[in-house]
């Protein structure tokens, strides 16, 4: 139900495809799906091409993305810790930059 909620924002960078792949591999529905870079792009404001950019435009704080967990298998049964927390880290910073 929260992910096919059109009422709850589902913010990030690509957050449209990440709801595909979703509904491709789950076959969940996924509305309300909103990319800070087109966000950035209708205010007028510079657009970057990726989250840790944004974040540290917006934000002033650099997102680590250690290429080992961004390049690692995200479609395993079960995530590593560091998976989860980059996943995390990824959630918070585009919740904090939509406010921003």
Known sequence: ELLANNCILK????????????????GCRVFGT??????????GLPNRKS???????YLGIELEKMIEVRCGNWDADTLTDEQISYAAYDAVASVLIYHE
């Not at 913010?11 to 789950?26: H, I, N, R």
């Not at 800070?36 to 205010?43: G, V």
């Open 11 to 26: 913010v990030g960078v690509a957050s449209f495809e990440d709801g595909k792949k979703l509904t491709k591999d789950y």
């Open 34 to 43: 909103l990319d800070l870079r087109n966000l950035a792009n209708a205010l």
């Open 51 to 57: 989250l840790a950019a944004l974040c540290m435009q």
